[in-house]
């Protein structure tokens, strides 16, 4: 079963360990950069992903500062883990949780042109395109 746990002194290190391919490091901020964001920006939310006891992945995510709305900051499947349906299953979880504050009616997410892995998982999961183009990534929504 799929579960998020919080980060703290139990799994710190181990979350900073978890890494992607090469050629993907163009496309998400390595753990240690994310945590220490949200230190300094205290609206993220970050979030360590777990296969039952096995921790397989980071997702960070935000009320954002600026516009007041629900942005996914960071997703990431560490290389060991991905292609088992482990960061499809954390976005769907994801988007639940933030589904329950009827407050809000949408959730962004933006990539980088050419991660189009990311953006079939966005799509499969009804995200669309909003039209943007923010610091060179698309931005997609989910309204809800
Ligand atoms: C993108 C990422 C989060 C996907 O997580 P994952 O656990 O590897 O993916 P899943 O196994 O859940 O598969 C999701 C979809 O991608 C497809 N997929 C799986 N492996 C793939 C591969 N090697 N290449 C392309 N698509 C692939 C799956 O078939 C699935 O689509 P489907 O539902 O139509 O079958 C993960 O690969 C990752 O961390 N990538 C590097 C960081 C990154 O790009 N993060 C997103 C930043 S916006």
Known sequence: MLTFKEIDR??????IKLGVAEEQKKFVANNMYSLAQA?????????????????VGFTMYC???EDNEYWIYRLM?????QSKGYGKAAMVKLVDRIKEDKEHQVIYIS??????????LYEKLGFEADGRVLDGEIVYKLAY
């Open 10 to 15: 139990n799994n710190f290190f181990d979350v």
């Open 63 to 65: 009320i954002d500062h």
């Open 77 to 81: 499947i560490d290389t060991k883990y």
């Open 111 to 120: 990539f980088e042109p050419e991660n189009t892995w990311a953006k079939h």
């Open 39 to 55: 230190k300094a920006l205290p609206e993220c939310v970050c979030l360590s992903i777990y296969h039952d006891d096995v921790l």
